[in-house]
């Protein structure tokens, strides 16, 4: 059994950038490629890239229309199969309208970072994927660039997932390496 | 109990390109960081960059020494941890000796990758994690850039790793996913 109602999404803003300002920042090239790799092989329905800025989203589409229908396409199939799944918005309030179009209704959302609030939100990885397995609406998990999703973001989130940890203190993990080891924590079998 | 005993190594060469001909990639600046930060997050003693390419050693030198020396180590010191563990080689034989001489044996070798032959060698992440633990020994566990490691690489290794599957035949992940994913794997209690 698996997950199929469930949508993940990179915020460009308003996330923290080092210092603990709000900004937002630049598209990566390695997050379109590395992400949208991940969430193909797990089974994401979509993977919203969320930017405000237009000039970044003509830059996307350009990278997209290289590898959707330009030379890419046919150099590296698989790679137009990723990116067959890449849609690109403004802000979340349009991220949640489009997936309300898709399934029915708006999604219940879950922010995802290394420092979140303890509070009565959290959930586990193997907690979150019975709900939704249990559930017929569907899912968005946000993914913050910089150093994290800002805390308007998380205010308003349904649930936060807990944070990935290793056996130490160190955990600065990239925002790529984050969304790999979430989605196979969601989607192996008898996680906990 | 986590485990103290283990390296990982990110081979440059031999590996395949798309077409199946063993090749020489070059190594990616993402990598570098990506795979630094997992590997300190979850414990690697070692993160091994392996090129017989000089040139190449010299670029991933420079690279290093900003981050380890000069304007980075000041500007984000949690980069400079994980940049601390990196060693730089030119082939897996430099990477074993080199092991030997921190740890007084040479690692049992464990190969990673999507492609792997089915035969007695293969362990799951969770008994391989139990005989890690229960080992007087070290480990380490190679990755392949480009299309992955070469059939003389799985060939000399003691252990090839169950490869990662999402729900269906779409199975494209980076290195620096794949890596993040089996260091997670093979961090977390219970597994099985």
Redesign the interface.
């Known amino acids: 059994m ?1 997950i199929d109602n469930f949508y993940i999404a990179l915020l460009h803003y308003p996330v923290y950038n ?1 210092k603990g300002d709000v900004v937002t920042t630049a598209v990566a090239n ?1 997050d379109i ?2 992400i949208s ?2 969430a ?4 994401a329905r979509h993977f919203y890239i969320v930017t405000p800025v237009l000039e970044q989203h003509r830059l996307v589409e350009k990278i997209l229309e290289h590898w959707l229908r330009g030379f890419g396409a046919d150099f ?1 199939p ?2 137009k ?2 990116f067959q799944i890449i849609r690109l918005k403004k802000n979340l309030e349009e991220v949640q309208d489009d997936i309300a179009s898709l399934s029915g209704a708006r999604p219940k959302v879950i922010a995802t970072g290394a420092n979140l609030p303890q509070d009565e939100r959290l959930r586990s990885p193997g907690s979150l994927k019975r709900e939704i397995l249990d559930s017929a609406g569907s899912f968005l998990f946000l993914f913050g660039t910089g150093w994290g999703l800002a805390d308007e973001v998380i205010g308003m989130a349904d649930y936060l997932l807990t944070p ?1 940890r ?3 203190e ?5 925002v ?6 979430i ?3 969601l ?1 192996r079998e ?1 996680f ?1």
Chains 1, 2 share one sequence.
């Open positions: 698996y080092r390695v490629h590395d790799r991940a193909k092989t797990f089974g590296n698989s790679r199969a990723a990935i290793g056996p130490f160190y955990n600065h993990l990239s790529r390496s984050a969304v790999s080891i989605l196979d924590r989607w008898n906990e």
